[in-house]
């Protein structure tokens, strides 16, 4: 029988919330924001969840989330690093026993069993995998001075999401190879570009949904509810 673990990510800053608070424990309709990604995937058909923090934060994670809601397909609660790729990198090296790995942003609250689903299917059918969405407006490159450089066409862009599902030795491998490698990481800014930049795999684009947002600024909080309220009158 095959296994799927699932790394959420909840060790970043949240600098551009602007809050004391991180924004991954902000309230939102009265539960933290990290509940909702947390809750998805407890309910979805992940075997394992590996959730990461700040270093600390693990006993407040343990306590206040994992315990409190009842969330049983927690196995471990890791500290994050600096980065995001650090991050991620401890939380791939607490994962056991999986087949398939999907790593999350704990901080896309509106994400759905049907998109876990899949993103868990494309990581067995393709190897490597992310969730995304064709663009809708026109995307310029700009050049030094902010005037327009280039228009690239819009049929070929997506904005890509989370999940990002990965067969787990190809990511694993391929973090480990990034780590140990000279090379520049400011300008990793997802796992799929660790696979493409570091492996032979190909990364399969799979349509998710436009509500599944991050939520980065406080504008943010107010959308994710109204998705939030929405998704679950659906249920
Ligand atoms: N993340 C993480 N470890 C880091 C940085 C980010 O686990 N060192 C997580 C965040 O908690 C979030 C996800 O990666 O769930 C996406 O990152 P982002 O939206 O950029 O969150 P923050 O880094 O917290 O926010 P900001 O960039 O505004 O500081
Ligand atoms: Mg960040």
Redesign the pocket.
Known sequence: MERTAAVI?????????GSPVH??YLELLGKPLLYYALHAFENSSVDQIIL?TCPGEVGYCQKEIVEKYGFTKVAAVRP?????Y??VYEGLKAVKDCDYVLIH???RPCVTREIIDAASDGARKYGACVIGMPVKDTVKISDENEFAAMTPDRNSLWLIQTPQAFEYGLVLGAYEKLMSSGLSKEKITDDAMVVETMTQERVKLIRGNYANI?V?TPEDMEIAGVLIKKNQSKK
């Open positions: 990510l909840a060790a970043g800053k949240g600098s551009r919330m924004k991954q990461v994050g690093g600096k980065e995001r650090h991050s942003d704990g901080a991050k980065t």
